[in-house]
């Protein structure tokens, strides 16, 4: 789908800069985990989502999800 939004649009909903965009988009840095709520509320899924086997891979899947 396309939202004709640009990437300041983005950033501002993200809570970023729109050079921490670009960065995303071409690559050059991964978001912080802090922004993951907000990545994941603006697609409206999770882009990395895991299956956890152990309890503890739970826990860090949780508190990702978290920020």
Excluded: C, H
């Amino acid at each position: 789908m396309i939202l004709g939004l640009f990437q300041e649009d983005v950033a501002n909903l993200v809570g970023v800069d729109s050079n921490t965009i670009l960065n995303w988009e071409k690559g050059k840095t991964t978001p912080s985990v802090r922004f993951i709520p907000a990545i994941r509320q603006f697609l409206g899924y999770d882009p990395d989502p895991v299956s956890p086997k152990t309890i503890s891979e739970a826990l860090r899947v949780k508190r990702k999800n978290l920020g």
